[in-house]
Nanobody, 115 residues
Framework: QVQLVESGGGLVQSGGSLRLSCAAS????????MAWYRQAPGKQRELVAT???????NYADSVKGRITIVRDNAKNTVYLRMNSLKPEDTAVYYC?????????WGQGTQVTVSS
């Protein structure tokens, strides 16, 4: 059974940077379009960034220019590089396929940006 494990979150000051990792137990990261999502307290989960199997990327308007999604097929890992973080980026970050599969939602990784 494929599992996705997110890591790399933490507490950072406004303007800081983090790199999140999403490691897959199988080769799903290389076979499918992947995505990062986030859910802030009291809000619905939202799409942050996607990357196709061919490497094409797309970003939510709120993160464009600050966040980069990268995939390493050899490591079955998808990364989210986040710069110039803002307090409104505070959320639990999850990875999943670009068409999310219920069974792939993991624990997520908490990102907290202090002002």
């Amino acid at each position: 059974q494929v599992q996705l494990v997110e890591s790399g979150g933490g507490l950072v000051q406004s303007g800081g940077s983090l790199r999140l990792s999403c490691a897959a137990s199988g080769n799903i990261c290389s076979a499918y379009a992947m995505a990062w999502y986030r859910q802030a307290p009291g809000k619905q989960r939202e799409l942050v960034a996607t990357i196709t199997s061919g490497g094409e990327t797309n970003y939510a308007d709120s993160v464009k220019g600050r966040i980069t999604i990268v995939r390493d097929n050899a490591k079955n890992t998808v990364y989210l590089r986040m710069n110039s973080l803002k307090p409104e980026d505070t959320a639990v970050y999850y990875c999943n396929t670009a068409r999310p599969r219920f069974g792939l939602w993991g624990q997520g990784t908490q990102v907290t940006v202090s002002s």
